[in-house]
């Protein structure tokens, strides 16, 4: 075997452990980011579920695919049978968690949009997303009609002193609708009556 040969080779065999190495690293890397995607997400929806879930529900799983499946109190696949509210609050656990990852913080930092999100949600749900987004989030953004963001809504947001700037979207007529900012007195006061 010429010298030549040999060189090239110990460059191939060099090559080849090399490629290994970089596959190990990418599949630990990978197997950490999912570890950390399903434990972010454990934590956010265990946070934001209410008592009964909590009293049912033990466990979120993350497959490799990003399938979600949620554990009842006998560690068996319970998924189907959560109500949409549940749901609802896994679907948003799971995405703040994909951000909180892919940021490497705990806080997200991107908006986070909304539309109708209380439509589906139990009381103590919704009462747990006030308390808990505000805390994540460098800013919420949420599309609310008047039957979502009532008085009581209101409150909690008051207390929680989450709301920057608060919009009211009034319809004139069909395609038409103008944007007014409320200034900060008139819903701290209790005067804004409808939210379009």
């Excluded at 010298?3 to 599949?27: A, F, M, P």
């Excluded at 896994?90 to 951000?99: G, K, R």
């Excluded at 999100?117 to 103590?124: E, Y």
Aim: with cysteine; aromatic share 10%.
């Amino acid at each position: 075997m010429s010298g030549l040969h040999k060189q090239l080779l110990k460059k191939h065999q060099l090559l080849n452990q090399s490629i290994e190495l970089l596959s190990n690293v990418i599949k630990k890397f990978e197997a950490d980011v999912m570890d950390e995607l399903e434990l972010a997400t454990k934590q956010n929806f265990f946070y934001l579920l209410d008592a009964s879930g909590l009293a049912i529900l033990k466990d979120v799983k993350i497959a490799r695919d990003y399938t979600i499946e949620v554990l009842n109190n006998y560690s068996q696949p319970f998924l189907a049978n959560i109500s949409q509210g549940q749901r609802q609050v896994l679907s948003l656990s799971f995405i703040t968690a994909l951000a909180q990852v892919a940021g490497g913080t705990k806080a997200l930092e991107i908006p986070l949009f909304m539309d109708t999100p209380f439509g589906r949600l139990s009381d103590q749900h919704q009462e747990n997303l006030i308390k808990y987004l505000p805390q994540i989030c460098s800013q919420w953004v949420l599309l609310v009609t008047d039957k979502e963001f009532g008085p009581s809504e209101q409150n909690q947001f008051l207390e929680s002193g989450a709301i920057g700037r608060f919009y009211e979207l009034i319809s004139k007529e069909a395609g038409v609708t103008e944007i007014h900012e409320v200034p900060e007195y008139e819903y701290k006061s209790g005067g804004v009556e409808h939210y379009g």
